[in-house]
């Protein structure tokens, strides 16, 4: 097992090629996993589109959502041993993205995953997952990433904390929303609002959705559709859409003194006088400032997951492996998927 298949993206706007890469060596702290599957993120068809900031060197592999099982453990790990089944959060270099058939994982980045969970949905968790959790729980931070500093559910006093107080999430069905519904619930949110595609509302409330509003309403109409729900004043909005149109939407219907978690950087104008603290979420383990606490959450996802309390999204096997990858990123970048996540599986990928 020295050489493997891979996903090569040529160059910025360049196309997808699958070709041989080594297998590379777990250095201090990492697992060397097989990739039984991975999952796709619209990233990588905004990086494969130009977006710059993540990926300087060409031909790139892609995939920052990993399941697998370890093969090799490097140095210094005491947590996961050769046969674990794993999630972790990838990173777009070479050796530590997704679409590959070996990859490098951080083993603090890692959880194990729950027998009751396959590799398929395991895929879909940590990116979401992080992204959620860091945006409702890490510390407020005004001058670097930072979250809405709420006190997390695996934390003492953390479940139930926000009991009788209501969340909107903007954009429930997609990946993030279905994690940010769970976190609400086990925060003791209520009610849990979300807008959705009518199509979901069974599957976002089997989560904890309490109201699932159309998420083709306009501001206000969603207005009259929140006030339906509650009388209380909305102090905290998720949005996991944060296209201009849903981020003016939030920021318009946040009481003051309320928090906007974004998911995308701002393009609202902040009123500095409407006391409303719009801040944009960094779901990455590997920001240097952050590696402490991805390492603290993904401890404490591990035992959420085992328990239950965390559930995988739905998913979508692409055919082909690695080589189905390209055309589920163009489904992704048209809106065509909903409520799933679209899942490869490197070594289904023909010769
Ligand atoms: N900041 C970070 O750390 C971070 C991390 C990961 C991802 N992201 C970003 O977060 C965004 C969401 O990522 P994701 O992976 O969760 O996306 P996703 O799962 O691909 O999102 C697809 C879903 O979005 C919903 N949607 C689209 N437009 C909507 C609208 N106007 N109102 C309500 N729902 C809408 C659709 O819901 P229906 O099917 O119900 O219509 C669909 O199910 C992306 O822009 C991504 O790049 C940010």
Do not use: C
């Amino acid at each position: 097992m020295s050489s493997q298949k891979a996903l090569f993206l040529q160059g910025p706007q360049g196309s997808f090629v699958v070709g041989d890469k080594p297998v590379p060596s777990p250095g201090e702290g990492d697992l060397l996993i097989k990739v039984d599957a991975a999952a796709l993120n619209p990233l990588d068809w905004k990086i494969q589109k130009g977006f710059t900031g993540f990926v300087d060197d060409f031909p790139a592999v892609l995939g920052a959502d990993l399941a697998g099982t370890v093969v090799e453990v490097g140095e210094g790990v005491t947590h996961f041993a050769k046969g674990d089944r794993v999630i972790t959060q990838g990173a777009y270099t070479p050796d530590r993205a997704g679409y590959q058939q070996y990859a490098l994982a951080v083993g603090e980045f890692s959880a194990k995953l729950p027998p009751q969970i396959s590799f398929d949905e395991g895929a879909s968790i940590p990116s979401a997952a992080l992204a959620a959790g860091f945006g409702l729980y890490l510390d407020v931070n005004e001058s670097g990433p930072g979250g809405a500093g709420l006190t997390p559910p695996w934390e003492a006093g953390g479940p139930g904390k926000y009991s009788g107080k209501p969340i909107l999430i903007l954009g429930g069905a997609s990946s993030l929303g279905q994690l940010a519904i769970q976190f609400a619930k086990l925060s003791g949110f209520s009610p849990i609002i979300v807008t959705a595609s009518p199509r979901n509302e069974s599957l976002l409330k089997s989560l904890g959705a309490t109201h699932v509003i159309d998420r083709s309403l306009q501001t206000e109409a969603l207005r009259s559709a929140l006030s339906a729900a509650t009388t209380a004043p909305i102090d905290l909005i998720f949005d996991a859409v944060s296209l201009s149109e849903t981020q003016q939407a939030a920021y318009d219907l946040l009481s003051p003194g309320g928090t906007l978690a974004l998911t995308l950087p701002p393009t609202i104008n902040v009123d500095s006088q409407a006391r409303k603290r719009v801040f944009f979420i960094r779901g990455i383990a590997h920001i240097p400032e952050l590696r402490k606490d991805a390492a603290n959450f993904f401890a404490a996802l591990e035992g959420l997951l085992a328990n239950g309390h965390i559930k995988p999204n739905p998913v979508r096997v692409l055919p082909d492996g690695l080589k189905g990858v390209a055309a589920g990123l163009k489904e992704l970048e048209e809106g065509r998927v909903s409520g799933q996540k679209l899942v490869a599986r490197p070594h289904e990928t023909p010769v």
